[in-house]
């Protein structure tokens, strides 16, 4: 039976339908209900819905044999897992943004809100430029706004809220999408069904890869 | 469970029988200091995991670190002499784990070997890591690399000095579609990002995955590395029934690495639980001479697939007005191997 962590929510939904076609469906997930496990023994499936963001946990350590999770989440918490195809899903890109008139003067170090501090740590220490990071868990776009931050590194998908809040993308830190991952011991010991759920995927997915 | 290990843990027993398998091919038992100048781990810091360090200033103002790492110990403490130096261990190291946030005490038993590494030497290495993976469960897994050779396939793909972290983490992290990208990107061509593409996909049987790699044109130092590695693969194989896995994503710091590099699993335990590789350039650094390659063994998570310890029956002899009868009597009753207790009332159950 392989176990197989999805996003709560649409990108979980659409990673599903992927997987449904793929040949390793269970329609109860779809159905409403509040169950976190979904299970269907005929195809050697079983589903588990958690939380963007502890995907890779439950992956990495072996809760999940895989799961489905955004680059953003891998590119902040560097799970040690395979990370091994791009559903080309949930498709963003991590930006930095900032008020419509910010300039960076360079007087002083920036100061940075962000759900990410790590991606935004390690990008503008590429820059050398020097940071101060203010670590918020929502609603980031308001931290400029009402002077707690100078600009914000965040997820962008079609930039309506920044613009609606009077801001807009200054840099793209990195694309990011849906990534099929797996555990390492479990692709050592479960390496055929991995590499058959991936093909499925493949062949369902044909502009992904 | 004989009277020596009804009481000990199970991963104390079974890091008493990875002694006992190493002692068999000459190993000797070493034991290292709990402290160790923090110096040492400063000059080394890559080769550690995660380079934060526990720290404590000496009576004398020298500041000093809990080991965070048993090989940096054992090749500093070592000294170079005619015949290969061979030693085991069974330690505690201090560090926070990889994606961790706290320091946590590891227990790990492991080999070191420093001397000539020979063909002989690094098949008997490889049959050694493959018997303490056995010594644990027989669902285990043993996968191999070679850092000289991904050095010399990455030369081959003309991939520069300063890509190489990011190339050996895609294939570490085995991102096939992150290698494609950064082909396009440099304009690698077409038979070259094959073969990068090959060296994320590869994971199987040693000869197997030589022969696949064999496809391409490769120059005659990487065919000599892969001849090599067949060879020890040979040697382990004629003598163990067990399947060597030759996967690049078993990778060590090519600062400490240039040889065999080692990663074992067992079913249902999510993470590596032996971890080794050949590490001539970390011997380099610290002033020695010749060759080194050692592994390790992680048994702190060794409950997720070890058999529960089955419970002890305890007989509780009464006291009562005759403390002297029942002394003896409980005496008498653990000579014969049974587990009492004294109490207040006659009775028996568990522990």
């Known amino acids: 039976m392989l176990r197989i962590a999805l996003p709560k929510g649409r990108l979980g939904e659409k990673a599903y339908k992927a997987l449904a076609m793929a040949g390793y469906p269970c329609p109860e997930l779809l159905e409403d209900n509040r169950r976190l496990i979904f299970e269907n023994p005929d195809a050697g499936v079983q589903y588990f819905l958690v939380k963007p963001s502890d995907v890779s946990v439950y992956v990495e350590h072996g809760a999940a044999d895989a799961g489905i999770v955004g680059k953003d989440i891998l590119l902040e918490y560097e799970p040690d897992v395979y990370e091994l195809f791009d559903l080309h899903m949930g498709k963003c890109r991590m930006c930095v943004a900032g008020p419509n008139a910010f300039r960076d003067t360079h007087t002083r170090a920036l100061r940075v809100a962000t759900k990410f501090p790590h991606i935004a740590s390690r990008y503008f220490e590429a820059q050398s430029r020097e940071i101060e990071i203010i670590h918020l868990n929502g609603s980031i776009e308001l931290a400029p706004l009402v002077g707690l931050s100078d600009v914000i590194v965040d997820i962008v998908e079609t930039g309506t809220t920044l613009r609606e809040n009077g801001l807009s993308v200054l840099e793209t830190v990195v694309p990011v999408s849906a990534r099929f991952i797996a555990n390492r011991a479990s692709f050592k010991f479960k390496g055929d069904e991995i590499r058959h759920v991936l093909d499925g995927l493949k062949h369902c997915l044909p502009d992904a890869g | ?351």
């Open chain 2, 1 to 351: 469970m004989n009277e020596i290990t009804a009481g000990m843990r199970m991963d104390e027993i079974l890091s008493a029988r990875l002694r006992a398998l190493y002692v068999k091919y000459g190993y000797r038992i070493y034991k290292v200091n709990r402290f160790e100048a923090y110096e040492l781990y400063v000059q080394n810091k890559n080769f550690l995991t995660d380079e934060r360090v526990l720290t404590f200033t000496d009576l004398n103002g020298r500041l000093m670190a809990l080991k965070p790492d048993i090989t940096l110990s054992v090749v500093r403490n070592t000294r170079d002499e005619q015949e290969p130096v061979r030693v085991c261990y069974s330690e505690s190291a201090y560090r926070v784990p990889r994606g961790g946030d706290r320091f946590q005490e590891i227990m790990q038993t492991g080999i070191e070997y420093i001397g000539n590494c020979d063909i002989s030497v690094l098949a008997e290495i490889l049959l050694l890591a493959q018997k303490s993976l056995y010594t644990i469960s027989e669902r285990y897994a043993l996968d191999i690399s070679h850092m000289g050779m991904v050095q010399e396939l990455l030369r081959v793909c003309r991939i520069q000095a300063e890509d190489y972290p990011e190339v050996l983490d895609m294939i570490r992290r085995k991102d096939r579609h992150g290698m494609q990208a950064f082909a396009g990107r440099r304009d690698i061509p077409q038979r070259e990002q094959e073969l990068l593409d090959l060296m994320i996909i590869l994971s199987g049987p040693v000869r197997a995955a030589l022969e696949r790699l064999r496809a391409f044109q490769l120059p005659e130092s990487t065919l000599q590395i892969m001849q090599e590695l067949e060879h020890i693969a040979q040697l382990s194989e004629d003598v163990w029934r067990g399947t060597l896995n030759l996967d690049f994503s078993v990778l060590g710091d090519m600062q400490y690495y240039n040889g065999l590099t080692l990663s074992g699993f067992i079913d249902g335990i999510p993470s590596p639980v032996l971890i080794g590789g050949q590490y001539d350039p970390l011997l380099s650094r610290l002033g020695r001479q010749g060759q080194g390659i050692g592994f390790a063994v992680y048994l702190n998570q060794i409950d997720r697939c070890a058999p529960e310890m089955p419970e002890k029956e305890v007989e509780v002899i009464p006291v009562g007005k005759n403390p002297r009868q029942a002394f003896a009597e409980a005496e008498r009753l653990r000579e014969t191997g049974r587990t009492v207790i004294l109490g207040e009332k006659e009775e028996s159950g568990k522990c």
